[in-house]
């Protein structure tokens, strides 16, 4: 008989009933497994070396993802999984930044595990629900909805009918479908993509909270990698949770008045020194885009210079006049940052939904800077449409603007003109062009087919189809193990050429983001420290993915005194608050250097599964010469004085008479030598060989040494 | 608009007023859960301000019809945020709660205090 | 010259600490400048007087992104 779902009146496909169980320190105790191809629905406990080893998160993705797949299975198999996760600390209230929901899949882009963060409440009510974190696996065939009821413990799986995949609207129906009356949509969270993911390797997932103040959805997005592709290629349409009663206990944390007072010493930061900081509160990340321009970081012309003269024309301000202000803008409850923007009542003038107004959440520096600068487009209308079709469509705004302005530079070079692009004329700066781009890739049509493949799938194509060469191709374009850069110029920083190429996913910065301490502040001058700081911060960092949290709390606000300790850039007081706070809510004693021990062995684990992948090691590690140095005649004359001091000072050569091309090929030499340089210093600073392979003796130090890690490194030793 | 209000230099410090708030909304003697706090002849108590109203992201703090800023603890989620961001350092946290606490301006303290130096007001 | 950042650095009589942050362009809001390892306030920027040979620091509080 089959049973009907008295919300929707669809009928169920598979229906399933579970005790609600008990958070108790931080963990459930407990994972929720979903084969959307053969409704399998089970429940599988957390074994303590999940916890002791992988703590959550990310770490809890990868462990499960490392059983799912072999050395041979691919993005679209449907043995592939993708992993939600929040993580013990994740769902506190107190704390700001503790709502984030860690995803990991095999990419699309990178045929090996990717992570990405998003805010919203859907971590924080899984939990709640009682589990610490789901899986879905299996491709079904037909679009399914999944809906988790986690009051009532149930979860059902429905055939979806009808509805646009793409979230502004996908979303907000689902919320409202599922929700009993106004008052309950508070309680609702979706997870869903969009028309893009469908037809594009750069699909990303959306997850949605209510905002009681609009009363309508707000949106923040795991964007990094493809994973809205897999989402959609596992016909998987959504994936709805309920959960009513949030309180600030709900985790049943063993030190609740550390978490009420580390809380609100943060939120009394905020508040008397935000203003005078970052400016979080008013303009969100978006406040850095003159500043990237002033020390020439800004990626303008697919990253061949820094700066812009027409920057101010998309500087903070501007988007500041363009968002909604006096409004609570966190993602989770009891974020004082409030980073999370929107512009509202914002009339589209392209595209399907031309003519409507909606509330668009953004601008985040990223895409300003990418879907901005890069691309040519200082327009802020424009960044802010695309933004949101970006959003909606379900493509990931990083990787559409990186390989928007590497299309844009090949056209401008002739490797694509307009009958290859098929009418589009995609010179920098034509806002029109990159809108019917990415309208294209919504509906998998036209040259967006091509685009939407992602930047080294299209280097194929190029060198393929149109006879390019394929050295300038790998030169220009801003890839690195298949994933597109993210928003930062690094060729004058060492370290941070190291924080984008020596990374586990791809050339994202959430690991190090070093260019200050290192071009600006002179601080790390050796291999030797800058390979101390490539240790240190992805590590660091590292461990916001195991706990559900984010870290934008730690250092887009400074304690008063934070000038007067003895590493600034660590913000040490913030390091102790972690600590505390991960301590009041599993009961451990953990301390700063057990942080980072608890970071190198999913750190480890990581890097071990990409080497079982075929990927992970040193020649994946090798950078586009566009991320180091000037690969142009254009870009050095623009930056001439600079690099013939250089050459001068560094290198003692005398650029007296001699070429621009000549000093190109020896600038490139020298770069190219400093960055191998690195890689050994960091390679040896993380316990790794000259190839990038983790040692057994590392693995032995971080009691990591286990059978399944020992064999893939022993068998690539 | 009604509030406490309070003359600074009548206090002479003898915590009557934080006695008889604990009493009357936690039903114990204990100055960590009064509204009102006397340090050094100062008093700190809620001015009914309001800047708590728009921190509150799920809109659990609202302004009732005399004015008094109120906290709905059923829709209240414990963030804090209104503590850390109150101007007066008047929205009070104790760690037996989870909501945070303020004074409403019952007048129960006002009944106690031996000198006059708090008292309802009821002026625009 | 001085030192700015461990880095050689033109320098000429009377110059301040805050003419050398706008000649630098370092417009960023969170700056720490050290001069010969002395804290110097932003409200004495002006004031002062940065002598040639002086090791100067200013290190910019971003870890960002």
């Known amino acids: 008989m089959e049973l009907e779902n008295n919300q929707t009146g669809q009928p169920f496909l598979k229906e399933y009933s579970y005790d609600l169980g008990v958070l108790d320190r931080g963990y459930t105790n407990r994972t929720l497994y979903i084969n959307v191809g053969s409704y399998k629905i089970k429940e599988k406990p957390v074994t303590p070396l999940m916890k002791d080893k992988f703590i959550g998160g990310k770490g809890f993705g990868l462990y499960y993802l490392w059983q799912a797949v072999t050395e041979s299975t691919k993005w679209n198999d449907p043995e592939n999984e993708i992993i939600i996760s929040s993580g013990p600390v994740g769902g506190i209230t107190q704390y700001p930044g503790s709502g984030k929901s860690l995803v990991v899949t095999l990419s699309p882009l990178t045929n090996m595990p990717i992570d990405s963060n998003a805010g919203g409440y859907f971590g924080p009510f899984l939990k709640f629900a009682g589990f610490d974190a789901i899986e879905l696996q299996g491709k079904a065939d037909k679009d399914v909805i999944i809906f988790i009821d986690g009051n009532k413990g149930t979860i059902s799986i429905e055939e979806a009918h009808g509805e646009t995949s793409d979230t502004h609207i996908l979303g907000g129906q689902l919320t409202e479908k599922y929700a009993d009356n106004e008052e309950d949509r508070r309680n609702i969270a979706v997870i869903s993509t969009g028309s893009g993911a469908e037809h594009t390797n750069i699909g990303l997932l959306n997850f949605t909270f209510y905002d009681v103040r609009r009363k309508g959805i707000r949106l923040k997005q795991a964007g990094r990698g493809g994973i809205g592709t897999v989402f959609r290629d596992k016909h998987i349409k959504a994936v709805v949770i309920k959960f009513a009663g949030v309180k600030g206990n709900l985790n049943h944390p063993v030190d609740q008045l550390t978490l009420n007072k580390t809380g609100i010493k943060l939120h009394k930061e905020i508040h008397d020194l935000d203003n005078a900081q970052n400016r979080m509160r008013k303009i969100g990340t978006a406040n850095i885009i003159e500043v990237m321009d002033q020390y020439d970081l800004l990626p303008t012309h697919n990253y061949k210079f820094g700066a812009h003269k027409d920057t101010f024309k998309i500087a903070s301000d501007v988007f500041i006049s363009k968002v909604t202000q006096n409004s609570p803008d966190g993602c989770w409850h009891g974020c004082s940052m409030a980073c999370a923007k929107a512009a509202d009542h914002f009339e589209l003038k392209t595209g399907p939904y031309k003519g409507q107004k909606v509330t668009i959440d953004g601008p985040e520096y990223e895409n300003a800077a990418g879907l901005g600068s890069n691309c040519g487009i200082f327009d802020p209308d424009a960044i802010l449409e695309l933004n949101f079709y970006c959003d909606t469509y379900g493509i990931d705004t990083i990787s559409y603007a990186t390989l928007t302005a590497f299309v844009m530079e090949c056209y401008e070079n002739g490797i694509l003109n307009q009958e290859r692009t098929g009418g589009l004329e995609l010179n920098f700066g034509n806002t029109e062009a990159s809108l019917e781009l990415l309208h294209q890739m919504s509906q998998g049509v036209g040259f967006g087919k091509i685009a939407g493949l992602g930047i080294r799938k299209m280097k194929a194509y190029l060198a393929k189809e149109f006879g390019a060469d394929p050295q300038f191709l790998f030169d220009i374009g801003m890839e690195q193990k298949g994933l597109e850069f993210s928003e930062y110029l690094p060729k004058e920083s060492l370290a941070q050429q190291g924080g984008y190429g020596l990374t586990n996913k791809g050339p994202q910065h959430d690991e190090a983001w070093l260019i200050f301490m290192d071009m600006v502040n002179n601080q790390i001058p050796t291999f030797e420290d800058k390979a101390e700081a490539l240790h240190y911060y992805p590590m660091f960092r590292t461990w916001f993915g195991l706990n559900g949290l984010c870290k934008l709390p730690w250092n887009d606000i400074a304690p008063a005194d934070n000038k007067l300790t003895d590493e600034p850039a660590k913000i040490p007081e913030h390091v102790q608050n972690y600590v505390d706070i991960f301590n009041a809510v599993t009961g451990k004693a953990i301390d700063k250097h057990e942080l980072i021990r608890q970071s190198e062995r999913v750190y480890n684990f990581q890097r071990i599964f990409n080497i079982r992948m075929g990927f992970g090691k040193r020649v994946h590690d090798k950078l586009p010469y566009r991320a180091m140095g000037p690969v142009t005649v254009e870009e050095y004359v623009s930056r001439q004085e600079r690099y013939d001091k250089q050459l001068t000072e560094l290198l003692d050569y005398d650029t007296t008479g001699k070429s621009t091309e000549e000093k190109i090929k020896v600038m490139r030499d020298y770069r190219e030598s400093q960055y191998e340089k690195l890689t050994d210093a960091v390679y040896k600073r993380r316990g790794w060989t000259m190839d990038g392979v983790p040692t057994v003796e590392k693995l032995r130090e971080l009691e990591m040494d286990l059978p399944e890690l020992l064999e893939v490194v022993e068998k690539n030793m | ?124 | 010259m001085i030192k700015l950042n461990n880095r050689e650095c033109e320098w000429q009589e009377g110059l301040t600490v805050q003419e050398l942050l706008k000649l630098k362009t370092f417009t960023y809001p969170r700056i720490i400048v050290y001069v010969n390892d002395k804290i110097i306030s932003p409200e004495d920027y002006a004031s002062t007087i940065i002598e040639d040979g002086d090791k100067v620091k200013a290190i910019h509080l971003m870890a960002g992104g």
Do not use: W
Not at chain 2, 15 to 40: H, L, M, P, W
Not at chain 2, 49 to 59: L, N, R, T
Not at chain 2, 75 to 98: R, W
């Open chain 2, 1 to 124: 608009m009604k509030l406490l209000a309070k003359n600074d230099s009548l206090c002479i410090g003898c915590g009557e007023c934080e006695e008889a708030c604990s009493k009357t909304y936690f039903k114990e003697v204990n100055q960590e859960k009064s509204c009102i706090r006397i340090k050094d002849k100062t008093i700190n108590v809620c001015t009914q301000c309001g800047e708590c109203i728009d921190v509150c992201s799920v809109a659990a703090i609202s302004r009732d019809k005399n004015g008094i800023v109120r906290i709905n603890k059923k829709i209240c989620v414990g963030c804090f945020m209104c503590v850390g961001f109150c101007p007066e350092l008047a929205m009070k946290m104790h760690g037996d709660l989870l909501e945070p606490f303020k004074c409403v301006a019952c007048g129960q303290c006002s009944k106690v205090c031996p000198t006059h130096a708090i008292y309802i007001s009821e002026e625009a």
